[in-house]
């Protein structure tokens, strides 16, 4: 309950920063694009996870003005880093649903390219199943306009709800990504093996990339370079880290 009242006054006071976590081409060990996850540091409780504190925020409806804060300081700071760079790092945020789905949004997208100036195919959207909770039109509409602007839309935590298949045969994105959840057992779990080699072989004959998430260990590594996921991303290359040092990381990684 204090905490609900907390957020009210976090985002005023600053309180929320963005941390990113690198992913990497599974070829080539290069980091090609990070993902912006958000911490708030609570003044008496320290940090404070996003599981614990987006969905309140959802509850709320603050989930309106921290997300459009959220999109807009990841292009700041994207393009910051980018300003000392040859080539452009892409950056992924995460849309919670009520954000994706209300209107305005894109006007919000639109607003914070130009006055940014992060190139709009530098800027990646990642959104659950759950968008399509209310109807699958308006969202596909919404994802060709944003493809026409040059946003590329990512599935995140592919595999953890339910009809994923019609919502790849449906949703106009240009790459999914694989639920932690599987990735922890294909090694072991010949079963998941299949599932992951499926989506990973439909998702590229939909023209679809693929990226593993919490990849841990080499062996996890290995596994899905070998089933030809392209992208991977987990502690075993990086944590989430904070802009500064991100600056300090090498191109290749690990
Ligand atoms: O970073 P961490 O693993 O603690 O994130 C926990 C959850 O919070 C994940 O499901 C992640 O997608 C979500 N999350 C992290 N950052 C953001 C954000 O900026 N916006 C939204 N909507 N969700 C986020
Ligand atoms: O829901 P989403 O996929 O956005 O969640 C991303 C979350 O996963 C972030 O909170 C991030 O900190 C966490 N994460 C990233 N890499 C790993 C990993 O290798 N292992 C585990 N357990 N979590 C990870
Ligand atoms: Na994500
Ligand atoms: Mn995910």
Known sequence: ???RHDLHTALNENQFEIHYQPLV????????SVEAL????HPTRGMISPGEFIPLAEQTGQIIPLGLWILKQACIEIADFNAQR?????VAVNISSLQ???????????????????PPQLLELEVTESVL?????PVIELMETLKTLGVRVALDDFGTGFSSLSYLRDLPTHKVKLDRSFVEKTTTDHRI????????????????????????TREQQDDLARRHCDIL??????????????????????
């Not at 958000?38 to 540091?41: A, F, M």
């Not at 909770?133 to 039109?137: I, R, S």
């Not at 502690?235 to 690990?254: E, G, N, R, S, V």
Request: zero cysteines.
């Open 1 to 3: 309950v204090k905490l």
């Open 100 to 118: 994706f789905i209300r209107g305005g949004f894109l006007d919000d997208v639109r607003r914070v390219l130009a006055e940014t100036g992060l």
């Open 193 to 216: 093996a299949a599932i992951v080699q499926g989506v990973i072989t439909m998702a590229h004959h939909m023209d679809m990339i693929v990226v593993a998430e919490g990849i841990e």
């Open 133 to 137: 909770l209310d109807g699958a039109e």
């Open 38 to 41: 958000v911490r708030w540091k």
């Open 25 to 32: 081409d599974a070829v080539t060990g290069r980091m090609r």
């Open 233 to 254: 991303q987990g502690y075993l290359f990086a944590q989430p880290m904070p802009l500064a040092d991100l600056k300090k990381l090498p191109d290749l990684l690990p």
């Open 86 to 90: 040859e080539r452009g790092l892409r």
